[in-house]
T-cell receptor, first 111, second 114 residues
Framework: DVKVTQSSRYLVKRTGEKVFLECVQD?????MFWYRQDPGLGLRLIYF???????EKGDIPEGYSVSREKKERFSLILESASTNQTSMYLC??????????FGQGTRLTVV | GENVEQHPSTLSVQEGDSAVIKCTYS??????FPWYKQELGKRPQLIID?????GEKKDQRIAVTLNKTAKHFSLHITETQPEDSAVYFC?????????????FGQGTTLQVKP
């Protein structure tokens, strides 16, 4: 059973804080993704990584960065959190062009 | 870049009726089209997918059709049941080496009334 685990289910952070969201997968998948889910906007891709230390911007990368030092771990970093980054964040992983498996999501609130 | 448009945003049907959700994609190089179902408070999960060398695929009450010329694909659910109520997402992906960057549509909230 593929497992994608996000480090936190709920997070509350202050404006201006640096925020780290962690995601770990246990199936040796080369692809990992960070999406943001907002009502009516679907799943918007923030960043995509296709190998260790390799990354590609998605549709909404502004205000975010990522790190992939090990194959199983993909971190999303909010350099200076703002209230418009309050959202549900979903991590996913996949092997090639096959089924993507999602984490349980992190509900981030920036106050 | 790749763009995926999904319609309708909400869909309400009576139990037993059929439901159809449609998506269009912009990148003609896209060749993998999965559909995900997200129940309330849960993570999205794959329900069916289709690749560009196939025009239609069926799995019990669920079917997906693909029209490569028009760059659109659709999800068909027959004999809907209340447990089909959820948010459905279409997505598109294209080959880039061995990787698969996955772009999603905006989602459709399906309500099946008993």
């Amino acid at each position: 059973d593929v497992k994608v685990t996000q480090s936190s289910r709920y997070l509350v952070k202050r404006t201006g804080e640096k925020v780290f969201l962690e995601c770990v997968q246990d199936m040796d998948h080369e692809n990992m993704f960070w999406y943001r889910q907002d009502p009516g906007l679907g799943l918007r891709l923030i960043y995509f990584s296709y190998d260790v230390k390799m990354k590609e911007k998605g549709d909404i990368p502004e205000g975010y960065s990522v790190s992939r030092e090990k194959k199983e771990r993909f971190s999303l970093i909010l350099e200076s959190a703002s209230t418009n980054q309050t959202s549900m964040y979903l991590c996913a992983s996949s092997l090639g062009r096959q089924e993507a498996f999602f984490g349980q999501g992190t509900r981030l609130t920036v106050v | 870049g790749e763009n995926v448009e999904q319609h309708p945003s909400t869909l309400s049907v009576q139990e037993g009726d059929s439901a159809v959700i449609k998506c269009t994609y912009s990148d003609s190089a896209s060749n993998y089209f999965p559909w995900y179902k997200q129940e309330l408070g849960k993570r999205p999960q794959l329900i069916i997918d289709i690749r560009s060398n196939v025009g239609e695929k069926k799995d019990q009450r669920i079917a997906v059709t693909l029209n490569k010329t028009a760059k659109h694909f659709s999800l068909h659910i027959t004999e809907t049941q209340p447990e089909d109520s959820a948010v459905y997402f279409c997505a598109a992906s294209k080959r880039s080496g061995n990787t698969g960057k996955l772009i999603f549509g905006q989602g459709t909230t399906l309500q099946v009334k008993p």
